[in-house]
């Protein structure tokens, strides 16, 4: 089935200090993914959807210029959390679109990343 | 009106009972829906979809009805393991941009 890896699981950083996090599809390729973000028991916040070879596309009330998405190639995208603060910290989570031909498209997540800012 | 709407809970039911999720949803062009399933911490993982003839996988049925933008799932005897936040999801009418509900969280009880 789709696996999707997303690395690191847990991070710890300095506040002002870049956090780049990885999502990569295993055993296919996937030319959109997406990045969300969830806060304890609250609901899933899609924040911007990459495009391989193109820039990615953000929510509204995202900051483009502080989560640096990057989707170089078709089996990995990268969110980079510049400059992060404490009200980052957060549950990180990417997915892929598997498309599914003539049947429905899936979409398969990654782990999650962790993030706590001090 | 939200895009995805589904039932607040939390519903907490006791082993073996039966309980069913709602959702509406307000794109009438939507192409797909699914279930999926958050535990505690983790991503979502992907339940089932929802066809329009509706299906069963074991103790989990989903049915679809367009005419009233409406997804439900069914659980019978639930488990333990069922413990866990169920998302309902819908596509645009592409099938390429997905929306989550807000989810409902439902507790087994032993």
């Known amino acids: 089935g789709a696996v999707v890896s997303q690395h690191p699981s847990w991070v710890i950083c300095k506040s002002g200090t870049s956090v780049k996090i990885e999502c990569r599809s295993l055993?296919?390729?996937?030319?959109?993914m997406f990045w969300y973000r969830q806060f304890p028991k609250q609901s899933l916040m899609l924040m911007a959807t990459?495009?391989?070879?193109?820039?990615?596309?953000?929510e509204q009330g995202v900051e483009k210029d502080k989560f640096l998405i990057n989707h170089a190639s078709l089996t990995l995208s990268t969110l980079t959390v510049t400059s992060a603060h404490p009200e980052d910290s957060s549950f990180y989570i990417c997915s892929a679109l598997l498309l599914g031909g003539t049947g429905a498209n899936v979409l398969t997540f990654g782990a999650g990343s962790r993030l706590t800012v001090l | 009106r939200k895009e995805v709407e589904q039932d607040p809970g939390p519903f907490n039911v006791p082993e073996g009972a039966t309980v069913a999720f709602n959702c509406t949803y307000s794109n009438s062009a939507s192409q797909s829906f699914f279930w999926y399933r958050q535990d505690c911490r983790k991503e979502p993982k992907l339940l089932m979809s929802v066809y329009s003839s509706g299906n069963e996988d074991g103790r989990f049925t989903a049915q679809l009805n367009r005419a009233s933008q409406y997804i439900s799932l069914l659980i019978r005897d639930s488990k333990l393991s069922d413990s866990a936040t169920y998302l309902c999801v819908v596509t645009d009418n592409y099938g390429q941009n997905f929306v989550f509900g807000p989810g409902t969280r439902l507790s087994v009880l032993p």
């Open positions: 055993d296919f390729q996937a030319t959109t």
């Open positions: 990459s495009n391989e070879g193109s820039k990615a596309t953000y």
